[in-house]
C-alpha cells in the first residue's frame, strides 16, 4: 500500500481499509505513520497536559474498567467538587511545570445545569492564566455545551472507548449514540474535541479498527486523540483482562496517526506500566501528545521527572506552544 495522499482529510473510510492498516508489516506502517507525522507536525516536539479529578467517585454509570462507578466491588469514595481556590493552585503549578492545557474531570453521568456554575467558574479562572482548558464531565446537552463555550472552554473529552459492536459489553448504562450525540453538541458549541478510546478491554483487531473509523468518519476529525492502554483495577470487571502488547498497541497509535494525519494522538492511561522502549515505539508510530502529573483521574502516570528524562534521552522536547508546523491544508 502507497503513502496515503495528503491533500485531503478523509471521513469516509471503512472498517476493512482500518483493517488492513493495523494489519501492515510493522515497518511498512511506522513508515506510513512517519511520513504524515512529519508533514502536519514537529516530529521532536510533544504537546504536554496535565489532567485533575475535580469530583471523584460515586459515579451512577458501569463502565467496566472504571473505579468511580458506585456499581462495582472496587469504587472510590464519592468527593465533592474541588474547590476554586485548589483547582486554580493546581492549575498554576501546571503552567510552572510546563503544561499548556489543563484538563479537569468528574465523575457525572450527566452534570445538572446548577452543577456549571462552579465549572463555569473554574474554566473562566484557568483560560484567564492563559493555558487551554478541557473539561470531561459526562454527558452534554447542547445549552451546557454552549454554556462552556461561553466560560472559554476550548476542548472538551468525552471518549467512544471502543467500537459500537463491542460498547454493550463494556457499558450499559449509556448508548454509544448517547456518546455521539454530546460529542455533535460540543463541536455545534464551536468546542475542539478531544475523543479516544481504551485498547485491552477483550476487544478484538475489527473493534480497534471500528473505533479508529468511527473517529475518523466524524465530520470534523477530533482535534486530540486519546489513546489509553487499559488500567486493570482489581475489583473492577476488567480487573484480569489480558495485558496488550507494545507493538499491537503502537499499531494502533499508527493507524490512528495515518487515518486522522492532523490530529494531536496523545498517550494517556496506562504510561506507568511502560518501558523507555515502549513509550519510543509510541512517539515513532506517531503519538506526539502525552499527561503529565502522577495521576490521571484514579490510576497512577509517570512521575513528570521520569518524563522529562525520557524525553531527554529521545532528544525531544515538550511543546510549549502549538507543536503543529503549517501542512498542505493551509
Same mark, same amino acid.
Given at each position: 500500500?502507497?503513502?496515503l495522499?495528503?491533500?485531503?482529510?478523509?471521513?469516509?473510510w471503512?472498517?476493512a481499509?482500518?483493517?488492513?492498516?493495523l494489519?501492515?508489516?510493522?515497518?511498512e506502517?511506522?513508515?506510513?505513520?512517519?511520513?504524515?507525522?512529519?508533514?502536519?507536525?514537529?516530529?521532536?516536539r510533544?504537546?504536554?497536559?496535565?489532567?485533575?479529578?475535580?469530583?471523584?467517585?460515586?459515579?451512577?454509570?458501569?463502565?467496566?474498567?472504571?473505579?468511580?462507578?458506585?456499581?462495582?466491588?472496587?469504587?472510590?469514595?464519592h468527593?465533592?467538587?474541588?474547590?476554586?481556590?485548589k483547582?486554580?493552585?493546581?492549575?498554576?503549578?501546571a503552567?510552572?511545570?510546563?503544561?499548556?492545557?489543563?484538563?479537569?474531570?468528574a465523575a457525572?453521568?450527566?452534570?445538572?445545569d446548577?452543577?456549571?456554575?462552579?465549572?463555569c467558574?473554574?474554566?473562566?479562572?484557568?483560560?484567564?492564566?492563559?493555558?487551554?482548558?478541557?473539561?470531561?464531565?459526562?454527558?452534554?446537552t447542547?445549552?451546557?455545551?454552549?454554556?462552556?463555550?461561553?466560560?472559554?472552554?476550548?476542548?472538551?473529552?468525552?471518549?467512544?472507548?471502543?467500537?459500537?459492536?463491542?460498547y454493550?459489553?463494556?457499558i450499559?448504562?449509556r448508548?454509544?449514540?448517547?456518546?455521539?450525540?454530546?460529542l455533535a453538541?460540543?463541536?455545534?458549541?464551536?468546542?475542539?474535541?478531544?475523543?479516544?478510546?481504551?485498547?485491552?478491554?477483550?476487544?478484538?483487531?475489527?473493534?480497534?479498527a471500528?473505533?479508529l473509523?468511527?473517529?475518523?468518519?466524524?465530520?470534523?476529525?477530533? @482535534?486530540?486523540v486519546?489513546?489509553? &492502554? *487499559?488500567?486493570?483495577?482489581?475489583?473492577? +470487571?476488567?480487573g484480569? #483482562?489480558? =495485558? %496488550?502488547?507494545?507493538?499491537?498497541?503502537?499499531?494502533v497509535?499508527?493507524?490512528?496517526?495515518?487515518?486522522?494525519?492532523?490530529?494531536?494522538?496523545?498517550?494517556?492511561?496506562?504510561?506507568?506500566?511502560?518501558?523507555?522502549?515502549?513509550?519510543?515505539?509510541?512517539?515513532?508510530?506517531?503519538a506526539?501528545?502525552?499527561?503529565?502529573?502522577?495521576?490521571?483521574l484514579?490510576?497512577p502516570?509517570?512521575? @513528570?521527572?521520569?518524563?522529562?528524562? &525520557? *524525553?531527554?534521552?529521545?532528544g525531544?522536547? +515538550?511543546?510549549f506552544? #502549538?507543536? =503543529? %508546523?503549517?501542512?498542505?491544508?493551509?
Open positions: 500500500m502507497p503513502p495522499p495528503s491533500s485531503a482529510l478523509r471521513h469516509d471503512t472498517r481499509e482500518v483493517e488492513a492498516l494489519s501492515l508489516p510493522f515497518p506502517l511506522i513508515f506510513q505513520a512517519q511520513s504524515l507525522h512529519r508533514q502536519f507536525f514537529d516530529p521532536t510533544v504537546q504536554i497536559s496535565t489532567l485533575l479529578s475535580i469530583k471523584s467517585g460515586g459515579c451512577p454509570e458501569d463502565c467496566a474498567y472504571c473505579p468511580q462507578s458506585a456499581q462495582h466491588e472496587k469504587r472510590m469514595a468527593e465533592m467538587l474541588m474547590p476554586l481556590e483547582v486554580m493552585a493546581e492549575a498554576r503549578a503552567k510552572a511545570g510546563g503544561a499548556t492545557r489543563f484538563c479537569m474531570g457525572w453521568r450527566a452534570p445538572k446548577r452543577d456549571l456554575d462552579p465549572v467558574r473554574m474554566v473562566k479562572e484557568v483560560h484567564g492564566l492563559g493555558l487551554e482548558t478541557c473539561l470531561t464531565i459526562g454527558m452534554l447542547a445549552s451546557q455545551a454552549q454554556r462552556l463555550q461561553q466560560a472559554g472552554l476550548d476542548y472538551y473529552n468525552h471518549n467512544l472507548d471502543t467500537s459500537e459492536e463491542f454493550g459489553t463494556i450499559s448504562t448508548s454509544y449514540q448517547d456518546r455521539l450525540d454530546t453538541h460540543v463541536r455545534d458549541a464551536g468546542i475542539k474535541i478531544c475523543c479516544g478510546g481504551i485498547i485491552g478491554m477483550g476487544e478484538d483487531l475489527s473493534d480497534r471500528g473505533l473509523m468511527t473517529l475518523a468518519n466524524l465530520p470534523v476529525h477530533p @482535534e486530540s486519546p489513546i489509553n &492502554l *487499559l488500567v486493570r483495577v482489581q475489583g473492577t +470487571p476488567l484480569e #483482562a489480558d =495485558s %496488550v502488547d507494545p507493538i499491537t498497541f503502537a499499531r497509535i499508527a493507524a490512528a496517526r495515518i487515518i486522522m494525519p492532523a490530529s494531536h494522538v496523545r498517550l494517556a492511561a496506562g504510561r506507568e506500566n511502560m518501558s523507555e522502549a515502549a513509550h519510543a515505539l509510541c512517539f515513532l508510530a506517531g506526539n501528545s502525552i499527561f503529565w502529573g502522577e495521576k490521571l484514579t490510576t502516570n509517570p512521575a @513528570e521527572n521520569r518524563d522529562r528524562q &525520557l *524525553l531527554d534521552l529521545l525531544m522536547q +515538550p511543546a506552544q #502549538a507543536a =503543529s %508546523v503549517p501542512h498542505p491544508l493551509s
